[in-house]
């Protein structure tokens, strides 16, 4: 049906739209390559931490999607997961295609594009927050009406101020469920779950970190 298909195209669109806006790029000096390597692996297990060519600390909170060299005259893409290391004035990157040394001189950024879980949490946690707030303050403006009024229809405003109020509520909860949360890694979890056996005089003593 027409109607159908006008609302797949439209989901697709949002989708599109959503994901496009959790994209982040930062630019990096290539000091950093080593640093933000480890994060390239399909399960990190602590996000990289970087800083930037202007000057800021910045941890990566999500997928690391493109790394691109930039040295004078264009760029070099990288295929991750990579590894990278620098030795003397050379920065070299092993990525999926093979090994690429660079002079750290002839570098002048490494671009990097990342799909930011935090954005991804708190954009629809802000909109939700957003929508919430006509709820809540008609709601109290009614509550608060209620009570002071002498009227017959005071039990009444108070009833539905309520009532709107708690849609309030329940719309802003999750919202802020949503700003609240702190991603992690994909690998944090299983890192922490790691089995440790410590063998003493005494036995074994069998262990896990919850």
Same mark, same amino acid.
């Given at each position: 049906?027409?109607?159908?298909?006008?609302?797949?195209?439209?989901?697709?669109?949002?989708?599109?739209?959503?994901?496009?806006?959790?994209? =982040?790029? *930062?630019?990096?000096?290539?000091?950093?390559?080593?640093?933000?390597? /480890?994060?390239?692996?399909?399960?990190?297990?602590?996000?990289?931490? *970087?800083?930037? =060519?202007?000057? &800021?600390?910045?941890?990566? @909170?999500?997928?690391?999607?493109?790394?691109?060299?930039?040295? !004078?005259?264009? $760029?070099?893409? *990288? +295929?991750? /997961?990579?590894?990278?290391?620098?030795?003397?004035?050379?920065?070299?990157?092993?990525? %999926?295609?093979?090994? &690429?040394?660079?002079?750290? %001189?002839?570098?002048?950024?490494? %671009?990097?594009? +990342?799909?930011?879980?935090? @954005?991804?949490? @708190?954009?629809?946690?802000?909109?939700?927050?957003?929508?919430?707030?006509?709820?809540?303050?008609?709601?109290?403006?009614?509550?608060?009406?209620?009570?002071?009024?002498?009227?017959?229809? $005071?039990?009444?405003?108070?009833? +539905?101020?309520?009532?709107?109020?708690?849609?309030?509520?329940?719309?802003?909860?999750?919202?802020?469920?949503?700003?609240?949360?702190?991603? &992690?890694?994909?690998?944090?979890?299983?890192? !922490?779950?790691?089995? &440790?056996?410590?063998?003493?005089?005494?036995?074994?003593?069998?262990? =896990?970190?919850?």
């Amino acid at each position: 049906m027409e109607w159908m298909r006008i609302a797949r195209h439209a989901a697709v669109s949002a989708s599109a739209l959503v994901l496009g806006a959790c994209t =982040t790029v *930062v630019n990096i000096p290539a000091s950093e390559v080593p640093e933000l390597a /480890p994060a390239t692996r399909p399960e990190p297990v602590e996000w990289a931490t *970087v800083h930037t =060519t202007d000057g &800021k600390t910045e941890t990566l @909170k999500g997928t690391i999607d493109d790394v691109r060299i930039w040295v !004078r005259g264009g $760029s070099t893409p *990288v +295929y991750l /997961p990579m590894n990278a290391q620098i030795a003397g004035d050379v920065l070299t990157i092993r990525d %999926q295609v093979g090994s &690429k040394a660079f002079r750290m %001189q002839d570098v002048e950024r490494v %671009q990097v594009e +990342y799909f930011d879980r935090e @954005k991804a949490y @708190k954009m629809p946690g802000g909109t939700l927050l957003g929508l919430s707030s006509p709820f809540v303050v008609t709601g109290v403006a009614l509550l608060v009406s209620g009570a002071s009024s002498q009227s017959d229809f $005071s039990g009444l405003m108070a009833v +539905y101020g309520l009532f709107i109020g708690g849609i309030g509520l329940g719309i802003a909860i999750p919202g802020i469920v949503l700003v609240a949360i702190d991603p &992690k890694p994909p690998g944090a979890r299983s890192a !922490r779950l790691h089995p &440790k056996i410590d063998v003493t005089p005494g036995g074994m003593r069998f262990s =896990t970190a919850f």
